[in-house]
């Protein structure tokens, strides 16, 4: 039972990291000593158990030093830290999927990447989230999909600290010999 207790507690603590990093910054009216409490019962749609996961998470963070919670007279700003931004970003792309859309628009997206030796570990993770994705490696350094997929590349790019010159998507309509494509993508 110990087990599914913290991992509750950790789905409200990466919940509320997510939200922050989109947010930018939480204001709690009128906060008083539960603010946690209250916040939580805004986010989460939760029963009075779960609540206190919610809330204890939101102090958790804060003794980690993910969250600042400060005063403003009589609201309380809870805004992320720079260690709590990382954070969230890498949440935000471990959640980050791409739709399949009913019907195919028939283009194909290329993925053309030329990221230097010195960055290995971009490299490596670049390429681990398209086969994630379910990109089709044509070259060493080329991939294809058939759906869009540009604002999710995009946001890859921008978490790995790529610029557009070393990751680039290209839209094509006709491509040779694509029946393999086609039956790889169930198409």
Not at 50 to 56: F, G, L
Request: charged share 30%; proline share 3%; with cysteine.
């Amino acid at each position: 039972m110990r087990p599914v207790q913290k991992i509750k507690a950790k789905y409200y603590s990466r919940e509320a990291l997510k939200y922050l990093f989109v947010a930018g910054v939480l204001t709690v009216a009128g906060g008083g000593s539960y603010v946690g409490s209250s916040v939580a019962r805004k986010l989460f749609q939760t029963n009075q158990h779960s609540q206190r996961k919610a809330t204890n998470s939101f102090y958790y963070l804060k003794k980690r030093g993910l969250i600042e919670m400060k005063r403003d007279g009589h609201d309380v700003r809870i805004a992320l830290t720079k260690e709590g931004r990382k954070l969230a970003g890498k949440y935000q792309i471990d959640d980050l999927f791409i739709p399949r859309p009913k019907k195919w628009d028939k283009k194909w997206r290329l993925i053309v990447f030329d990221i230097p030796a010195t960055s290995n570990i971009i490299r490596d993770v670049f390429r681990g989230k398209l086969k994630e994705f379910g990109f089709y490696q044509l070259q060493k350094s080329t991939w294809i999909y058939p759906f869009e997929c540009r604002e999710e590349i995009k946001l890859l790019r921008e978490f790995l600290g790529a610029s557009r010159k070393q990751i680039q998507v290209l839209e094509v309509s006709k491509m040779e010999e694509d029946g393999y494509l086609r039956i790889v993508f169930d198409l």
